[in-house]
């Protein structure tokens, strides 16, 4: 009983943000504290970036030829390889009851759910029930840019919950759970492959600390993460006769030498000088694993560590999105500071300024469609 209290609260604390930020759009408002906004209802929600590019590839499953007849994007077909496929699947298997585009925004809050839960699970091993719960509406809401993800249709929410859940199971040496949602996070995303990399490095440093013996029927679930992997070039290449497509599909790997490349502003995913706020989200990123290491959250340390290795190569103007895995794992180096007063006071004030954001930022963020049919 406690549990499934816990569980609808936790399921409150995710869903009631997203409602908040739909109502404007479902109740068609010309503007909102001055915000001009569209007037096109929920579609301007589901026409998100990249929503329809995962309806897409629900409907056709990567088929270039079901793409080219059916839909009108100027994108070239290796252009679908960039977005991996379990959240369309999932949201092909949902519009067996809904049309797909409430199939998929029904996908996202189900996952931004379980994203939310499985947050609580891992901050409450550190903090009591009371500031557990509070950094759970944290969470849902900072940085901005998550609660906006959460609120459209967006891969990201399955690929949190996803890392959040193998990362909890990891560091309770249940590696079968640990594989499994490994495995669910590689399946949704590219970067997924990072998690094995970092379980890698932490269960060796381990083991070499203790001086124990690698013992490879003790950690091979991990290696359920690489095979999805696999399975997904696989695909690849039964659709698109490509088992590299994924490499072969435009602009669409940010990774760029030397690091720090995100300040060139002529870059193509850049294309501004304004970039003063990527400063402070190395920053954090930085002050967050320095306090992981010193906390001795060997695990947590590896994966912000590594992935945050990456970001510093991500020449991609929206680097927060890129940045939002680490998200949960700062949160925690922070939470004895984020679970003050003082911090709660500032969060009930920066509520208005993150929810004015996301208004902004979706009413501008949508992608160009004249004809909703072959979505339907």
């Not at 949704?188 to 932490?202: D, E, H, N, Q, R």
Request: glycine letters at 4%.
């Amino acid at each position: 009983m406690k549990k499934l209290q816990t569980l609808a609260l936790v399921s409150l604390i995710a869903v009631v943000p997203t409602l908040l930020v739909w109502l404007p759009f479902f109740l068609r408002l010309k503007s909102f504290w001055g915000i001009p906004l569209p007037q096109t209802g929920m579609a301007a929600i589901v026409a998100n970036y990249d929503g329809p590019i995962y309806l897409v590839i629900a409907k056709s499953l990567y088929n270039p030829e079901f793409i080219k007849w059916n839909f009108q994007f100027p994108l070239p077909l290796e252009y679908y390889a960039a977005h991996f496929p379990l959240f369309a699947i999932l949201i092909r298997a949902l519009a067996l009851f809904l049309v797909f585009p409430y199939a998929m925004l029904l996908v996202t809050v189900i996952s931004s759910i379980a994203a939310c839960y499985f947050f609580f699970l891992f901050i409450r091993q550190y903090l009591n029930e009371k500031n557990s719960l509070f950094l759970t509406l944290v969470f849902s809401i900072l940085p901005a840019r998550w609660l906006i993800v959460h609120s459209v249709g967006s891969a990201e929410p399955l690929f949190l919950a996803a890392i959040i859940a193998s990362v909890y199971f990891f560091q309770k040496k249940k590696y079968l759970q640990a594989g499994i949602w490994g495995a669910v996070a590689q399946l949704t995303k590219p970067p997924g492959i990072l998690i094995f990399v970092a379980y890698l490095g932490a269960y060796l440093t381990t083991k070499v600390k203790r001086n124990l013996a690698f013992k490879l029927r003790e950690i091979w679930p991990i290696f359920l993460i690489p095979v999805s992997l696999t399975l997904v070039f696989v695909l690849f290449k039964i659709q698109l006769k490509d088992f590299f497509a994924y490499f072969h599909s435009g602009d669409n790997i940010h990774l760029i030498f030397p690091p720090f490349s995100i300040f060139n502003y002529s870059a193509p995913w850049v294309g501004t000088f304004w970039l003063e706020e990527i400063i402070f989200v190395y920053l954090f990123g930085i002050l967050g694993l320095l306090r992981l290491i010193k906390q001795k959250e060997n695990t947590l340390a590896w994966f912000t560590g590594i992935f945050l290795a990456s970001l510093f190569f991500v020449a991609h103007r929206d680097l927060i999105r890129y940045a939002l895995p680490i998200v949960p794992f700062i949160l925690k180096a922070f939470s004895d500071v984020l679970a003050t007063k003082e911090f709660k006071i500032a969060l009930a004030f920066l509520a208005i300024p993150i929810y004015l954001f996301s208004l902004a930022y979706i009413s501008q963020n949508i992608m160009p469609i004249s004809n909703w049919a072959p979505f339907l």
